[in-house]
């Protein structure tokens, strides 16, 4: 048997979004930028998917730019919304515990003299309101908060954090890394007072190459690519338009299918942690309830490394992470363990479970099954 559980680092492509791309590929291959009806057509699959995605969305469609995915997102959000915007100041607020997309652009951002506020987590992975109020400066120009924490599924408190930016700085522009809460929450940038929204297509059973950034039409960002013109100048470039059709098509199914999506992944998700509570030495460090993601489950299992672990349970069909699989080829101590507080014993021996639509309970046991047999016989090697 095999069961897939790495969903938050790519998920199946869905069977809609697949064929929809074949044909644009084969049949309707055209340059959108041409003017002849090759072209035309080629723009009529980006004009839908933007469309689509608006909808999701609730905002303009003019609002929704197309990159090659969530990585690019992040970089034009922060770096384009700095430059536009660093005459009004050069202060910007995020946490510790954002993936790499969004810390490594800060970094290079304070190598350009930005400064940046880090802020800190409790347990849970949430930040503190507190701590963010006093961090808001008249110079602050930015707030990057990730609505969900890609390692243990924290869900941070997007709507409180912008209300503190909109009592505080009104100017302050409000990024969400919506990486991978896009597809579990139904999100409403204008209602909840969300600036700039990244999202990649990968991550919702969408193909890879492909994500898209929200900007709205307030906030002032400077494009990081130059030439072409596409996108009004802000992401130039001819657009991969097999890739805008699948994200499209695949934004559409996902929210069609809501409720019902969030039951079945839901169900799954607490199936998994009853198991996992059920064996031995295994901590959990991921909650059930609303301050979690539906989709990720992390857990430490005692004396055993997490990569030993890993290729066991792929020996036996069973995919996971070790932790975020943009950095997977670069082995350390995850930051996001650290900063929530996880045990030393608990730092080397994580693992990420991270569900999607095509699981079934009958993965969860078959898995439950296999790590009741494995953990045993792992320890008795390690002591040995």
Known sequence: MEAYFDNSATTKVMDAAAK?????????????????????????????????????????????????????????ALIGAAMANSRAGKHIISTRIEHASVY?????????????????????????????????????????????????????????????????????????????????????????????LSASGHKFHGPKGVGFLYISEKAKVKPILYGGGQQK???????????????GIAAKEIYDHFPENLSHILELKNALIDALEGLEGVEIHSKRGSESAPQIVSAGFLGVRSEVLLHALEDKGIYVSSGSACSSNHPAISGTLKAVGIKQEFLDSTLRFSLGIYNTREEIDYAAGVLKELLPVLRRYRRG
């Open 20 to 76: 929809l791309m074949l044909k644009v590929m084969k049949e309707d291959y055209g340059n959108p930028s041409a003017r002849h009806r090759k072209g035309l057509e080629a723009e009529h699959y980006i004009k839908e998917a933007r469309t689509n995605i608006a909808r999701t969305l609730r905002v303009q469609e003019k609002e929704i730019f197309f990159t090659s995915g969530g990585t690019e997102s992040n970089n034009l």
């Open 104 to 196: 490594q652009p800060l970094a290079y951002l304070e190598s350009q003299g930005f400064s940046v506020t880090w802020l800190s987590v409790d347990k849970d992975g949430h930040i503190s309101l507190d701590e963010l109020k006093a961090s808001i400066r008249p110079d602050t120009i930015l707030v990057s908060v990730m609505y969900v924490n890609n390692e243990i599924g924290a869900v941070e408190p997007i709507e409180k954090i912008s209300q503190i930016l909109r009592e505080k700085n009104p100017s302050v522009l409000f990024h969400v890394d919506g990486i991978q809460a896009y597809g579990k929450y139904e999100i409403r940038p204008k209602k909840q007072g969300i600036d700039l």
């Open 233 to 247: 100048d802000m992401r130039p470039g001819t657009e991969n338009v097999p890739g805008i059709a699948g994200i």
